[in-house]
């Protein structure tokens, strides 16, 4: 059996194109989001298209309070991922 194994740097990734930023900046905006109860008493979490202003749903959840700590969770992904648009942070540097 062979296995393969890739490693990649930061410094040597593309950067982020500005269409994937600008839809983490929507997702990161909680006005984009929204709940919706949904006939079999599920509640569905959707965010709104940025090219056609249509909803997308997400996720369904049993409670609306379940449904709104998702919305939330998601925009922390989104926020933390635009943290790290330009590249990771440096934590920490030594001298000699």
Partial sequence: MTFYYKTTSWSNSSPVNQKTVDFYKHLADKSNW??????????????????????????RRE???????????SIEHYEYKLQFVNGPKVVKTFEK
């Fill in 63 to 73: 409670s609306i309070e379940a449904a709104e700590r998702a919305i939330d969770k």
């Fill in 34 to 59: 929204r709940i919706v109860e949904l006939p079999n008493g599920f509640f569905q979490t959707e965010f709104k298209d940025i090219e056609t202003q249509e909803w997308r749903d997400v996720t």
